[in-house]
Protein backbone atom coordinates (compact mmCIF):
# COMPACT_ATOMS: atom_id res chain seq x y z
CA UNK A 1 0.00 0.00 0.00
CA UNK A 2 1.31 3.86 -0.52
CA UNK A 3 1.91 5.84 2.25
CA UNK A 4 1.78 9.40 1.88
CA UNK A 5 4.97 9.14 4.34
CA UNK A 6 7.88 11.41 4.88
CA UNK A 7 10.84 10.96 2.66
CA UNK A 8 13.83 12.77 4.00
CA UNK A 9 15.81 13.28 1.54
CA UNK A 10 18.28 12.03 -0.89
CA UNK A 11 19.96 15.10 -2.25
CA UNK A 12 23.61 14.35 -3.05
CA UNK A 13 24.86 13.02 0.50
CA UNK A 14 22.55 14.90 3.07
CA UNK A 15 20.34 12.94 3.78
CA UNK A 16 17.70 14.02 6.64
CA UNK A 17 14.60 12.29 8.10
CA UNK A 18 12.09 15.32 8.74
CA UNK A 19 9.28 14.42 11.27
CA UNK A 20 8.28 17.37 13.37
CA UNK A 21 7.47 21.13 12.94
CA UNK A 22 9.85 23.91 12.91
CA UNK A 23 8.93 27.25 12.79
CA UNK A 24 5.20 26.29 13.76
CA UNK A 25 2.62 27.72 15.96
CA UNK A 26 1.11 26.02 19.19
CA UNK A 27 -1.09 23.58 18.58
CA UNK A 28 -2.46 22.62 22.10
CA UNK A 29 -5.58 21.31 22.19
CA UNK A 30 -6.25 20.82 18.68
CA UNK A 31 -9.07 18.20 17.84
CA UNK A 32 -7.18 15.35 16.43
CA UNK A 33 -3.40 15.39 17.10
CA UNK A 34 -2.62 12.86 18.96
CA UNK A 35 0.75 11.39 20.90
CA UNK A 36 1.71 7.90 19.28
CA UNK A 37 4.53 6.33 20.61
CA UNK A 38 6.66 10.00 20.96
CA UNK A 39 5.88 10.81 17.75
CA UNK A 40 2.28 11.96 15.90
CA UNK A 41 -1.10 10.91 14.28
CA UNK A 42 -4.18 11.87 13.41
CA UNK A 43 -7.98 11.14 14.92
CA UNK A 44 -9.80 10.26 11.78
CA UNK A 45 -12.58 9.08 13.78
CA UNK A 46 -13.88 7.98 17.04
CA UNK A 47 -12.05 4.63 16.92
CA UNK A 48 -9.13 4.75 14.24
CA UNK A 49 -6.02 6.96 14.40
CA UNK A 50 -3.83 7.57 11.43
CA UNK A 51 -0.07 7.21 11.43
CA UNK A 52 2.86 5.89 9.76
CA UNK A 53 4.34 2.15 9.82
CA UNK A 54 8.10 2.87 11.39
CA UNK A 55 6.54 4.49 14.47
CA UNK A 56 4.60 1.50 14.97
CA UNK A 57 8.29 -0.25 14.52
CA UNK A 58 6.31 -2.36 11.98
CA UNK A 59 8.88 -4.32 10.71
CA UNK A 60 8.89 -6.22 13.85
CA UNK A 61 6.35 -8.43 13.88
CA UNK A 62 6.39 -8.81 17.40
CA UNK A 63 6.14 -4.73 17.52
CA UNK A 64 2.69 -4.58 15.87
CA UNK A 65 1.65 -7.50 18.24
CA UNK A 66 2.47 -5.60 20.88
CA UNK A 67 0.95 -2.58 20.10
CA UNK A 68 -2.33 -4.57 19.79
CA UNK A 69 -2.00 -6.20 23.11
CA UNK A 70 -0.64 -2.99 25.79
CA UNK A 71 -0.70 0.10 23.87
CA UNK A 72 -3.32 3.07 24.46
CA UNK A 73 -3.62 6.46 23.17
CA UNK A 74 -4.62 9.82 24.62
CA UNK A 75 -7.04 12.49 24.19
CA UNK A 76 -5.93 14.86 21.35
CA UNK A 77 -4.07 17.78 21.83
CA UNK A 78 -2.43 17.17 25.23
CA UNK A 79 0.77 18.20 26.27
CA UNK A 80 1.47 15.52 29.11
CA UNK A 81 -0.03 12.50 29.39
CA UNK A 82 0.32 12.25 33.39
CA UNK A 83 -3.41 11.93 34.45
CA UNK A 84 -5.03 11.81 30.80
CA UNK A 85 -7.59 9.27 30.05
CA UNK A 86 -5.92 6.11 28.29
CA UNK A 87 -8.25 4.37 25.56
CA UNK A 88 -7.25 0.67 24.57
CA UNK A 89 -5.64 -0.02 21.23
CA UNK A 90 -7.37 -2.73 19.78
CA UNK A 91 -5.66 -3.83 16.85
CA UNK A 92 -2.95 -1.99 14.12
CA UNK A 93 -3.34 -2.25 10.47
CA UNK A 94 -0.33 -2.45 8.09
CA UNK A 95 0.12 -2.99 4.60
CA UNK A 96 1.56 -6.28 3.53
CA UNK A 97 3.86 -4.54 1.47
CA UNK A 98 5.78 -2.37 3.99
CA UNK A 99 9.36 -2.21 4.24
CA UNK A 100 11.21 -0.27 6.74
CA UNK A 101 12.60 2.79 5.06
CA UNK A 102 15.88 3.43 3.41
CA UNK A 103 16.16 7.44 3.54
CA UNK A 104 19.53 7.28 2.18
CA UNK A 105 18.27 5.87 -1.04
CA UNK A 106 14.51 7.08 -1.31
CA UNK A 107 13.00 3.67 -1.33
CA UNK A 108 10.07 3.62 0.77
CA UNK A 109 7.10 1.11 0.82
CA UNK A 110 3.62 1.87 2.19
CA UNK A 111 4.36 3.43 5.23
CA UNK A 112 1.57 3.26 7.16
CA UNK A 113 -0.31 2.55 9.74
CA UNK A 114 -3.88 2.56 11.07
CA UNK A 115 -4.57 2.31 15.01
CA UNK A 116 -8.10 0.54 16.02
CA UNK A 117 -9.10 1.42 19.39
CA UNK A 118 -11.73 -0.57 21.57
CA UNK A 119 -13.49 2.56 22.43
CA UNK A 120 -14.67 5.77 21.57
CA UNK A 121 -12.29 8.92 21.58
CA UNK A 122 -15.20 11.60 21.64
CA UNK A 123 -14.79 14.00 18.26
CA UNK A 124 -15.16 17.72 18.14
CA UNK A 125 -13.80 17.87 14.57
CA UNK A 126 -14.87 15.60 11.41
CA UNK A 127 -12.32 14.31 9.36
CA UNK A 128 -13.10 12.87 6.03
CA UNK A 129 -10.26 11.55 3.23
CA UNK A 130 -9.91 14.02 0.58
CA UNK A 131 -10.68 12.73 -3.24
CA UNK A 132 -8.36 13.27 -6.08
CA UNK A 133 -10.55 15.67 -7.40
CA UNK A 134 -11.18 17.93 -4.10
CA UNK A 135 -6.90 18.23 -4.31
CA UNK A 136 -6.78 19.44 -7.40
CA UNK A 137 -9.21 22.11 -6.17
CA UNK A 138 -7.41 22.94 -3.15
CA UNK A 139 -4.01 23.56 -5.34
CA UNK A 140 -5.97 25.25 -7.72
CA UNK A 141 -7.74 27.64 -4.97
CA UNK A 142 -4.31 27.99 -3.17
CA UNK A 143 -6.01 26.53 -0.38
CA UNK A 144 -4.26 26.49 3.16
CA UNK A 145 -2.56 23.32 4.01
CA UNK A 146 -2.20 22.36 7.75
CA UNK A 147 -0.77 19.68 9.64
CA UNK A 148 -0.10 19.09 13.65
CA UNK A 149 2.42 17.30 15.01
CA UNK A 150 4.35 16.54 18.24
CA UNK A 151 7.95 16.59 16.64
CA UNK A 152 10.26 19.00 18.20
CA UNK A 153 11.00 22.57 17.01
CA UNK A 154 15.05 22.53 16.35
CA UNK A 155 17.09 20.27 16.02
CA UNK A 156 18.70 20.90 19.01
CA UNK A 157 16.11 18.90 20.81
CA UNK A 158 16.94 15.64 19.67
CA UNK A 159 18.28 14.81 22.60
CA UNK A 160 15.16 15.43 24.13
CA UNK A 161 13.45 12.76 22.01
CA UNK A 162 12.00 9.45 23.92
CA UNK A 163 8.67 7.42 23.46
CA UNK A 164 6.95 9.37 26.48
CA UNK A 165 6.19 12.38 24.69
CA UNK A 166 5.11 15.53 26.91
CA UNK A 167 5.81 18.21 23.93
CA UNK A 168 2.95 20.39 22.51
CA UNK A 169 1.50 19.93 19.55
CA UNK A 170 2.91 22.58 17.06
CA UNK A 171 1.15 23.54 13.95
CA UNK A 172 2.33 24.08 9.83
CA UNK A 173 1.00 25.85 7.45
CA UNK A 174 1.55 25.29 3.35
CA UNK A 175 -0.14 24.74 0.44
CA UNK A 176 -0.76 22.26 -2.29
CA UNK A 177 0.56 22.53 -5.35
CA UNK A 178 -0.12 20.35 -8.36
CA UNK A 179 1.28 17.19 -10.06
CA UNK A 180 2.47 19.41 -13.35
CA UNK A 181 3.26 22.31 -10.80
CA UNK A 182 5.47 19.49 -8.92
CA UNK A 183 7.16 18.34 -12.17
CA UNK A 184 7.75 22.12 -13.06
CA UNK A 185 9.26 22.98 -9.47
CA UNK A 186 11.90 19.93 -9.48
CA UNK A 187 12.95 21.54 -13.13
CA UNK A 188 14.51 24.24 -11.68
CA UNK A 189 16.91 21.88 -9.66
CA UNK A 190 19.82 19.98 -11.96
CA UNK A 191 20.31 17.91 -8.97
CA UNK A 192 16.96 16.26 -8.89
CA UNK A 193 16.28 13.62 -11.66
CA UNK A 194 12.35 13.64 -11.49
CA UNK A 195 12.61 10.76 -14.28
CA UNK A 196 14.61 8.64 -11.91
CA UNK A 197 12.29 9.48 -9.08
CA UNK A 198 9.48 8.51 -11.10
CA UNK A 199 6.66 9.44 -8.99
CA UNK A 200 3.93 10.31 -10.91
CA UNK A 201 0.76 12.21 -10.22
CA UNK A 202 2.05 13.60 -6.82
CA UNK A 203 1.20 16.59 -5.45
CA UNK A 204 3.34 18.57 -3.84
CA UNK A 205 3.24 20.55 -0.03
CA UNK A 206 6.50 23.30 -0.20
CA UNK A 207 8.51 24.09 3.11
CA UNK A 208 11.32 26.84 3.15
CA UNK A 209 13.90 26.98 6.17
CA UNK A 210 14.85 29.91 4.34
CA UNK A 211 12.02 31.98 4.26
CA UNK A 212 11.03 30.51 8.18
CA UNK A 213 8.13 28.83 6.91
CA UNK A 214 6.86 25.92 9.14
CA UNK A 215 8.77 22.86 8.45
CA UNK A 216 8.74 19.45 9.36
CA UNK A 217 11.40 18.07 12.02
CA UNK A 218 11.98 15.01 14.12
CA UNK A 219 8.73 13.32 16.04
CA UNK A 220 6.22 14.76 13.78
CA UNK A 221 6.37 11.71 11.56
CA UNK A 222 2.72 10.02 11.51
CA UNK A 223 0.98 13.39 11.26
CA UNK A 224 -1.64 13.98 8.65
CA UNK A 225 -1.65 17.36 5.64
CA UNK A 226 -5.50 18.35 5.72
CA UNK A 227 -7.20 21.02 4.31
CA UNK A 228 -10.20 22.72 6.67
CA UNK A 229 -13.54 23.67 5.14
CA UNK A 230 -16.93 24.67 6.97
CA UNK A 231 -15.64 23.12 10.30
CA UNK A 232 -14.00 19.52 8.17
CA UNK A 233 -10.77 18.35 8.09
CA UNK A 234 -9.81 16.90 4.36
CA UNK A 235 -7.28 14.72 4.73
CA UNK A 236 -4.47 14.67 2.02
CA UNK A 237 -2.07 12.22 3.29
CA UNK A 238 0.21 11.45 6.20
CA UNK A 239 3.96 12.66 6.36
CA UNK A 240 6.53 11.11 4.97
CA UNK A 241 7.13 10.85 1.02
CA UNK A 242 9.23 13.59 -0.47
CA UNK A 243 12.29 15.13 -0.33
CA UNK A 244 13.22 16.61 2.55
CA UNK A 245 16.39 18.61 2.76
CA UNK A 246 17.83 20.52 4.63
CA UNK A 247 15.27 20.33 7.53
CA UNK A 248 15.00 21.21 11.28
CA UNK A 249 19.40 21.77 11.77
CA UNK A 250 21.47 21.47 13.55
CA UNK A 251 23.33 20.25 11.62
CA UNK A 252 23.20 23.06 8.75
CA UNK A 253 23.27 22.00 5.25
CA UNK A 254 23.36 24.61 2.41
CA UNK A 255 20.74 23.69 -0.47
CA UNK A 256 19.93 26.53 -2.96
CA UNK A 257 16.24 25.36 -2.94
CA UNK A 258 13.79 24.60 -0.37
CA UNK A 259 12.21 20.73 0.39
CA UNK A 260 8.73 19.62 -0.76
CA UNK A 261 6.82 17.17 0.66
CA UNK A 262 4.29 14.90 -1.49
CA UNK A 263 1.16 13.89 -1.80
CA UNK A 264 0.09 10.68 -3.71
CA UNK A 265 -3.70 10.94 -4.18
CA UNK A 266 -3.53 7.19 -5.18
CA UNK A 267 -2.35 5.85 -1.81
CA UNK A 268 -3.51 2.47 -0.51
CA UNK A 269 -3.79 4.06 2.59
CA UNK A 270 -7.44 4.33 1.39
CA UNK A 271 -7.82 0.71 1.37
CA UNK A 272 -6.38 0.65 4.64
CA UNK A 273 -8.87 3.04 6.01
CA UNK A 274 -11.97 1.05 4.28
CA UNK A 275 -11.10 -1.71 6.20
CA UNK A 276 -10.19 0.00 9.52
CA UNK A 277 -14.06 1.16 9.26
CA UNK A 278 -15.46 -2.18 8.29
CA UNK A 279 -13.67 -3.71 11.59
CA UNK A 280 -14.95 -1.15 13.66
CA UNK A 281 -18.58 -1.10 12.04
CA UNK A 282 -18.74 -4.97 13.17
CA UNK A 283 -17.44 -4.15 16.20
CA UNK A 284 -20.10 -1.48 16.79
CA UNK A 285 -22.60 -4.21 16.01
CA UNK A 286 -21.82 -6.53 18.20
CA UNK A 287 -21.35 -4.02 21.40
CA UNK A 288 -24.80 -2.85 20.48
CA UNK A 289 -26.32 -6.43 20.72
CA UNK A 290 -24.48 -7.68 23.35
CA UNK A 291 -26.07 -4.68 25.28
CA UNK A 292 -29.35 -5.18 24.55
CA UNK A 293 -29.05 -8.60 25.04
CA UNK A 294 -27.76 -7.62 28.78
CA UNK A 295 -30.55 -4.65 28.98
CA UNK A 296 -33.22 -7.06 28.11
CA UNK A 297 -31.50 -9.21 31.06
CA UNK A 298 -31.83 -6.74 33.35
CA UNK A 299 -35.35 -5.43 32.23
CA UNK A 300 -36.46 -9.10 32.76
CA UNK A 301 -34.69 -9.31 35.95
CA UNK A 302 -35.74 -5.98 37.59
CA UNK A 303 -39.15 -7.50 36.71
CA UNK A 304 -39.09 -10.31 38.03
CA UNK A 305 -37.85 -8.79 41.58
CA UNK A 306 -40.92 -6.36 41.04
CA UNK A 307 -43.43 -9.58 41.31
CA UNK A 308 -41.35 -11.92 44.03
CA UNK A 309 -43.26 -12.19 47.18
CA UNK A 310 -43.10 -13.68 50.12
CA UNK A 311 -45.02 -15.79 52.57
CA UNK A 312 -44.43 -17.50 55.72
CA UNK A 313 -45.55 -21.38 55.76
CA UNK A 314 -46.00 -23.29 59.27
CA UNK A 315 -46.26 -27.33 60.19
CA UNK A 316 -46.33 -27.82 64.05
CA UNK A 317 -43.45 -25.46 65.42
CA UNK A 318 -41.72 -25.13 62.35
CA UNK A 319 -41.89 -22.16 59.96
CA UNK A 320 -40.50 -21.33 56.65
CA UNK A 321 -40.70 -18.13 54.01
CA UNK A 322 -40.34 -18.46 50.52
CA UNK A 323 -39.97 -16.25 47.83
CA UNK A 324 -40.93 -16.27 44.51
CA UNK A 325 -43.18 -15.25 41.92
CA UNK A 326 -45.70 -17.24 43.10
CA UNK A 327 -44.58 -18.63 46.30
CA UNK A 328 -46.28 -21.98 47.49
CA UNK A 329 -45.57 -23.98 50.79
CA UNK A 330 -43.85 -27.23 50.64
CA UNK A 331 -45.65 -30.71 51.11
CA UNK A 332 -46.78 -30.56 54.91
CA UNK A 333 -46.27 -27.03 55.61
CA UNK A 334 -49.47 -24.61 55.62
CA UNK A 335 -49.28 -20.96 54.61
CA UNK A 336 -49.80 -18.86 57.43
Known sequence: ??????????????????????????????????????????????????????????????????????NVIYDPGIVTIAGQKQYKVKTVLIP???????????????????????????????????????????????????????????????????????????????????????????????????????????????QHRELQQSHICDGDSGSVFFVEENNVRYVLGTTGLGLINNNCPPPEYAYPYPSMSWIDPNSKLRDLLKTAEKIVEEDKKIESAVAEALRIFESRKKAEDIKMKTITCVRGKLSKKITAVSPKCPQGYKKK
Not at 41 to 70: C, D, K, M
Open 96 to 206: STYTKPDYANNIINDDNAVIILSEDIPMTKKAVYATEAQMQRFAREKSKVELVGYGITHGSQRSSLSLINNRAPNKLTSTLISPEAVVEFYKKYPNVDWNKINKPGVFGIV
Open 1 to 70: MTALTLVLGLILNNVSLANSVEFGQDATGDPNAVKVRGASGFLYSERIVLTVAHVIGAENPGSVRFWGNE
